[in-house]
């Protein structure tokens, strides 16, 4: 656990600018005219004896927004948040019944720029033991853990595409078993292998 944590922070420090889902695509762009909004997630590590890794998030097909994509805990930040990291820890407890007195909050990843408009900060929590999520209805359809060494492997992801607006735009994803992890959530977490390795 100790060696883990000093992992954690070691990459917290690397030095390094934020990302965007525009990054792999160059000439797109949020439009310059356009506020963006502040966003966080919480991105979960789980420590037990068997392991690390990261818990993730299957939003519910219901959903108006991004249905059924993979996602971390999270969302805006609202007006009765003290800053973006009670932000992520609220989600998670509301998204997924992660109390927020479990995360030792390590710091947080760059920030990440969203096609939605949004300026999303990962929050890096450490949980030591066991987690049993408890997904929100209606909100989240699945809670799901992935390995902490396959998605902080750079070389398990992939660059793919598609017509968005008009355009190709490229991404990064990095499927596991049935889980198709792409977008943001891939972009975050590639971003965060890249600070990971030795």
Same mark, same amino acid.
């Given at each position: 656990?100790?060696?883990?944590?000093?992992r954690l922070i070691r990459a917290l420090e690397v030095p390094g600018g934020g990302s965007s889902d525009f990054d792999l695509t160059p000439g797109?762009?949020?439009?310059?005219?356009?506020?963006?909004?502040?966003?966080?997630?919480?991105? @979960?590590?789980?420590? %037990?004896?068997? &392991?690390?890794? *990261?818990?993730?998030?299957?939003?519910?097909?219901?959903?108006?927004?991004? #249905?059924?994509?993979?996602?971390?805990?999270?969302?805006?930040?609202?007006?009765?948040?003290?800053?973006?990291?009670?932000a992520a820890l609220r989600e998670a407890e509301e998204e997924v019944g992660l109390p927020r007195a479990r995360v030792d909050v390590l710091g947080?990843? @760059?920030?990440?720029? %969203?096609?939605? &408009?949004?300026? *999303?900060?990962?929050?890096?929590?450490?949980?030591?033991?066991?987690?049993? #999520?408890?997904?929100?209805?209606?909100?989240?359809?699945?809670?799901?853990?992935?390995?902490?060494?396959?998605?902080?492997?750079?070389?398990?992801?992939?660059?793919?595409?598609?017509?968005?607006?008009?355009?190709?735009?490229?991404?990064?994803?990095?499927?596991?078993?049935?889980?198709?992890?792409? &977008?943001?959530?891939?972009?975050?977490?590639?971003?965060?292998?890249?600070?990971?390795?030795?």
């Amino acid at each position: 656990m100790a060696d883990l944590r000093t992992r954690l922070i070691r990459a917290l420090e690397v030095p390094g600018g934020g990302s965007s889902d525009f990054d792999l695509t160059p000439g797109l762009g949020v439009p310059k005219r356009r506020a963006l909004r502040p966003a966080a997630v919480l991105v @979960p590590v789980i420590a %037990t004896p068997h &392991g690390a890794s *990261v818990m993730l998030t299957k939003r519910s097909s219901a959903l108006a927004h991004h #249905p059924g994509q993979v996602a971390f805990p999270g969302g805006k930040v609202d007006a009765g948040d003290k800053g973006p990291v009670q932000a992520a820890l609220r989600e998670a407890e509301e998204e997924v019944g992660l109390p927020r007195a479990r995360v030792d909050v390590l710091g947080t990843l @760059p920030n990440h720029i %969203t096609v939605t &408009g949004y300026d *999303v900060t990962p929050v890096l929590g450490l949980i030591e033991g066991d987690v049993t #999520p408890v997904p929100e209805a209606g909100e989240v359809d699945e809670a799901f853990f992935v390995p902490l060494s396959f998605v902080t492997t750079p070389d398990n992801f992939r660059i793919e595409g598609r017509r968005w607006q008009g355009m190709m735009r490229h991404y990064y994803a990095v499927p596991l078993g049935p889980y198709y992890i792409w &977008g943001a959530t891939a972009r975050i977490l590639r971003g965060f292998a890249d600070r990971m390795v030795p």
